[in-house]
Every structure is written in structure tokens, then in C-alpha cells.
């Protein structure tokens, strides 16, 4: 089965440091810092992106 979820991104400074805050279907904000979101980003294309493939939102 296959559905397109609303996923929102922020990027969040607070002085020096920096959060990227994901949240999908209305959950609570997940806070990465960016290292964990980028390495979240490749696992993803990883898993998901194949070679001729449709992604949602192209």
C-alpha cells in the first residue's frame, strides 16, 4: 500500500545550535540535530529511492 503523509521540516537556531524539527500526520515535532537528520535523509534514500521509481510529490 502506498499513501503520501504531509511531512513538515523546520530548521530551528537557538544561538549556536541548530535543530531540524520533523513532523508528520500531526504527530509531535521530532528534534534532530542536522548530522542525525542528514543520516536519517540517506537511510531513507536508501530504502525508498530505486532507479525509476515515482516519488510522491515529483
Request: charged share 20%.
Amino acid at each position: 500500500m502506498s499513501h503520501v503523509t504531509p511531512l513538515a521540516v523546520e530548521e530551528h537556531v537557538h544561538g549556536d545550535t541548530v535543530w531540524v524539527a520533523l513532523r508528520a500526520r500531526g504527530a509531535d515535532w521530532s528534534w534532530l540535530t542536522p548530522a542525525e537528520a542528514v543520516h536519517l535523509a540517506r537511510q531513507w534514500l536508501a530504502q525508498y529511492e530505486q532507479p525509476g521509481r515515482a516519488v510522491a510529490g515529483d
